[in-house]
């Protein structure tokens, strides 16, 4: 029940974790940091995402479920806010500098990526 309950923390702090190493634009300060950034990020993703959804189900039926990825980098905007020592950079992709926003939104794809597979794994 305890693992159940703990087990969604776990896959995001290894995620974050696995991008902090890899991905030069996620930088974390410290453990700490790294703990309460996976903290704040599972609980949005447990408890106002899905109330977020239904109240955008509109908007995300005509967009064909983009609108997602905007609720995402709202929530990663938000734990970057929240968390001090959790920061996601601007980057450059095959040369193009990509700004703030989409830097979100690669970050938010990497997260889904990265998370799936430790899902599988775990």
């Known amino acids: 029940m305890l693992f159940s309950l703990l087990r ?9 974790l696995v991008l ?8 974390v300060a ?13 609980l949005l993703y447990m408890l106002a995402k899905p109330i977020l959804n239904l109240i955008f189900l509109p908007v995300n039926l005509i967009t064909l479920g983009l609108f997602s990825v ?6 990663l905007w938000l ?8 920061l996601i950079q601007s980057t450059a992709v095959f040369g ?3 700004n703030w926003f989409f ?14 597979f430790i899902k ?3």
């Open 70 to 75: 905007v609720i995402n980098v709202g929530f």
């Open 20 to 27: 902090s190493w890899f991905v030069p634009t996620v930088s």
């Open 96 to 98: 193009v500098e990509l």
């Open 30 to 42: 410290s453990w700490f940091t790294l703990g309460l950034a996976s903290l704040v990020l599972t």
């Open 79 to 86: 734990v970057m806010y929240l968390v001090p020592g959790f």
């Open 103 to 116: 830097s979100l939104v690669l970050v938010s794809f990497l997260i889904s990526l990265v998370n799936g």
């Open 8 to 16: 969604p923390f776990i896959r995001m702090a290894l995620t974050l």
């Open 120 to 122: 599988i794994i775990i």
